[in-house]
């Protein structure tokens, strides 16, 4: 549920993804394997790769670093030359060389050659926190691959309850962000909780890898909104093909629920309900904007700060939305940089704004302008089916006042099988929390806040309550 166009503060670049034959080192050494890595200031990180198949049957690998709680980091492009595969990152890379039972590894970056070998675990160091499914479990996971119209194999894993014939089912969207199907981030897999505790209410759950992203084909750092809604709707026409759920329903969390409410407004025959969760209520540039206000505030800067540097927000994205050819729009924002102040480039660079949106490498990407120039309320206007909008009172991320948007564009669209709540001391995770920052996330044990799984769960189930 962590999203990254409505930060965290770091976006990695992509490449194109290049087509791995089938034979090779990564199909033959299958599993995780972990090493620590040395930097030249001699700090030790802990390393990993896990080579597996993906959806479409592929060799594939990502990358994992477990002292950030990151795992399924994408790979640019991986090419093999006998016992050698080469993975890139962008602006790094590493070579694994099979030597006997192990990899050598040598890590690439900024002229910087720094070898380390890698060993096979059975699983990559995680917190272990209190809300991660633990067996027995009264239902049935069943993996799947889904394909898109554009011909990506998205990996899925469907939960289906025990001894119920016909459940209803509750896809699960995730923010933006190269986000596997649990969501995972810093020890915490809020979709994997959720369709847990889902399933345990009876209910049946679907969730995915974004395209590029864990078992999915494709490439999630050039995707477009709009392969991202098309995902989404090609999950729901894979369901409905199955004729075994009664109602099937989007749960959208962050960017995650403007996609669901799009595919529930272009698709009212398919899609049964929507459950907002932290959801975008208003337009992409001034969705942006309010988190920009209050990141700066976040990172300390006093209210002459905030609107020194809102400014130069304002025209950074301005300047995007104004050039849709990349090099052009690369050259003036450059030319917008070198012309600030000195005093303005050393508060920009004190108060972290030339991070995550506001970095050159977002800025190259399609998704970034397609989400300035998104309009997530029109979408909710168009929704006729319930909905149930949910947000956390100490999110920093989509402040409160997104769920006011969302219910004004309901009322107006005409919608009132609406529910809603503002849920007290949560934060943009829907975790328990006590400042709602970013930097708070990790430091939490509680995944999601039982308050917020009981109102979805009663929600869902309800329905079928006022149905009979």
């Known amino acids: 549920m962590r999203p990254s166009f409505l930060k965290p503060r770091t976006v990695l670049a992509g490449l194109a993804l290049s087509v791995m034959a089938q034979g090779g080192v990564l199909a033959d050494h299958p599993g995780r394997w972990l090493g620590n890595l040395t930097l030249p200031n001699g700090r030790t990180i802990q390393t990993g790769v896990e080579l597996f198949r993906r959806a479409d049957g592929s060799a594939w690998a990502s990358l ?20 050698t595969v080469l993975l890139d990152f962008t602006h790094a890379t590493l070579q694994l060389t099979w030597t006997q039972d192990h990899f050598h590894g040598e890590w690439r ?4 050659k720094l070898p380390f070998e890698l060993r096979a675990t059975a699983a990559f160091p995680r917190p272990l926190r209190p809300q991660t499914p633990k067996p027995p479990f009264p239902y049935e996971d069943q993996p799947l691959a889904i394909r898109t119209p554009d011909g990506i194999f998205l990996g899925a894993t469907l939960t289906l309850p025990k001894g119920s014939a016909q459940p209803d089912v509750v896809v699960l969207i995730g923010g933006s962000g190269p986000g596997n199907r649990d969501e995972d981030g810093g020890g915490h897999q809020p979709f ?36 991202l809604i098309s995902d989404a709707a090609a999950v729901v026409r894979t369901l409905r093909a199955r004729h075994a759920f009664r109602r099937i329903g989007l749960l959208g969390h962050s960017e995650g629920s403007g996609l669901a409410a799009t595919v529930a407004a272009a698709h009212p025959d398919q899609v049964d309900f929507v459950i907002s969760m932290a959801g975008i209520g208003l337009s992409g540039l001034d969705s942006i904007l309010v988190q920009d206000r209050v990141y700066a505030k976040d990172q300390g800067a006093s209210p002459a700060e905030v609107d020194q540097l809102m400014g130069y927000v304002r025209q950074y994205y301005g300047t995007i939305l104004a050039q849709a050819d990349v090099p052009t729009r690369l050259a003036a924002l450059r030319a917008l940089q070198k012309g600030l102040s000195p005093e303005l480039k050393a508060l920009i660079e004190k108060r ?58 309901l009322k107006a669209g005409g919608n009132a099988r609406v529910e809603s709540a503002l849920l007290p001391s949560l934060n943009h995770l829907f975790q328990t929390a006590k400042t709602g920052r970013e930097d708070e996330y990790d430091s939490l044990e509680e995944t999601l806040a039982p308050s917020a799984i009981q109102r979805v769960a009663d929600f869902v189930v309800g329905l079928g309550s006022n149905s009979r």
């Open 64 to 83: 994992a670093s477990p002292g950030r709680g990151a795992v399924d980091i994408p790979v640019a492009s991986a090419r093999e030359e006998g016992n």
């Open 192 to 227: 994997a909780v959720l369709a847990d505790q889902l399933a345990r209410r009876g209910l049946a759950v679907l969730r995915y890898d974004k395209r590029g992203v864990g078992r999915s084909t494709g490439n999630y750092y050039q995707h477009t909104d709009t392969q």
């Open 109 to 112: 970056q900024g002229g910087d």
């Open 352 to 409: 972290h704004m030339n991070e995550g949106t506001l970095s050159l490498d977002a800025a190259e990407e399609p998704a970034l302008r397609a989400s300035l120039l998104s309009d997530i309320p029109a979408q909710w206007r168009a929704v006729r089916c319930p909905v149930l909008a949910l947000n956390g009172s100490l999110d920093h991320q989509v402040p409160p006042e997104h769920l006011q948007g969302i219910l004004a564009a």
